[in-house]
């Protein structure tokens, strides 16, 4: 309809609960498919028109004011272990790769490439209705969950040219400082050794 794409969210993930002993290789084959092949695919092709629009405006010497951007939707567990389930954190780990990869090679083009990595995020329709936020003991600030509001507003300022215009290859955690919990933080008592 607008015959450009100015902005590309990769939010499609797949996760099945299978513990590493009981995974079998179609629903790995599953994870690949969804989580890293299908996203690279569609990542491939929405940079290839992005990078043509600004290659037609160099010959026309016109400068667009925003070539485009890129948005993964990665996870905690990029960075954090996903206990018995790999799957799931291999892949995202591997999305964090493609991002690095493609900021260094679209950013001649003035295309930003960026993540955004949720911890537990409320999902139940209701609840995020009314606002209601999980307790969550492994997420140090207030203890609570996040709620989808949380991360589509980080990605409204990704997205933005005017407000993030110079940032690119980096990821975003919207977690409440979940990937920082560690046993050693697990083991101290609030208010002991910090402020």
């Known amino acids: 309809r607008f015959r450009r794409i100015d902005v590309l969210v990769n939010n499609a993930f797949h ?6 002993e009981n995974q079998t290789w179609r629903g790995l084959q599953r994870y690949a498919d969804v989580n890293f092949t299908g996203t690279t695919y569609l990542t491939q092709l929405v ?5 043509n629009r600004v ?13 485009g951007t890129v948005i993964f939707i990665t996870s905690v567990h990029e960075k954090t272990v996903r206990r018995l389930h790999p799957w799931y954190s291999m892949s995202k780990r591997a999305e964090a790769g493609l991002v690095a990869e493609a900021a260094v090679a679209y950013g001649p083009y003035g295309i930003r490439i960026n993540a955004i990595a949720p911890g537990h995020t409320e999902t139940d329709d209701q609840k995020v209705l ?3 936020r999980a307790r969550n003991p492994y997420i140090p600030l207030r203890g609570v969950s996040a709620l989808p509001e949380d ?5 409204l300022l990704l997205a933005s040219h005017e407000m993030m215009g110079h940032v690119t290859g980096t990821t975003i955690f919207v977690d409440g400082g979940e990937h920082l919990y560690t046993e050693w933080v697990a083991r101290m008592p609030p208010g002991k050794g910090g402020p």
Do not use: C
């Open 55 to 67: 290659l037609v405006a160099r010959r026309r010497r016109r400068r667009l004011t925003s070539p």
């Open 15 to 20: 996760w099945d609960g299978r513990r590493f």
């Open 151 to 155: 991360i589509a507003k980080v990605a």
């Open 130 to 132: 009314a606002g209601h």
């Open 47 to 51: 940079l290839q028109h992005m990078r």
